[in-house]
């Protein structure tokens, strides 16, 4: 009898003690499952993290090698919280080509030659000055692409003699790269100081120049020059 007590006693015991082995173990797996997943979760958020940088980098280079170049600043009075144009053009409205060396901003608004002109100095460029038969094409091409019947402004202007036509760097018009509808005849019935100031029009093909009131308000052609 006390010979089956104790086998009945260490058998309990050995129940037992495989009891607490099991639950150890079974405490342990799920610390290790627990922990796989942590680490799981961790690796795949690194992942992650890592394709947005390479995502990133890879588009800024992209962009960079896209632009070309940074527009110069020549304007020393420019507040820091007027637009300003980057490689990227963030937050500009505006419609904006490359070309040669150049970025050409059409504008989207209507303003007067003056108003037209500060804004591009204000982006730090001025109205486009058009020195070739490839650039005045280009232009055109590009208002013909993104609306044919309306007019822009360019950087020439008769106002200080007139029939003395100047590009907003005071140059002279060549008379020879000069691409006018008609002989720019100063008439305007709205206007007492006439037509002193050019526009270009995409639409109507080989001559595209016209003049007319400075007053009247046109969208405009800005041209920045780049590094």
Known sequence: MPENIYINTLQHHNSRSTEKDQQKESVSDKRDGVCMVVLLSVLL????????VLAYLYYTSDTNQLMGCE?????SNLEVNRPSLSCTYKGLPDRWVQDKGRFYVFSNNTKDWN???ERCQDL??????I????EQEFLAQQIVTFNALVLHWIGLTDRQTEGTWLWVDNTPLNNNLSWWIFPPDDY???????EDCAVLN???RGEKWGDISCLKKERSICEIPCY
């Open 71 to 75: 527009p110069v600043t020549n304007n």
């Open 115 to 117: 108003s037209s002109r």
């Open 131 to 134: 020195n070739s038969i490839e």
């Open 124 to 129: 730090g460029g001025d109205l486009v000055i």
């Open 202 to 204: 995409g639409h109507i």
């Open 45 to 52: 958020f690194l992942s992650l993290l890592v394709n947005a």
């Open 188 to 194: 305007d019935t709205n206007d007492p100081l006439g």
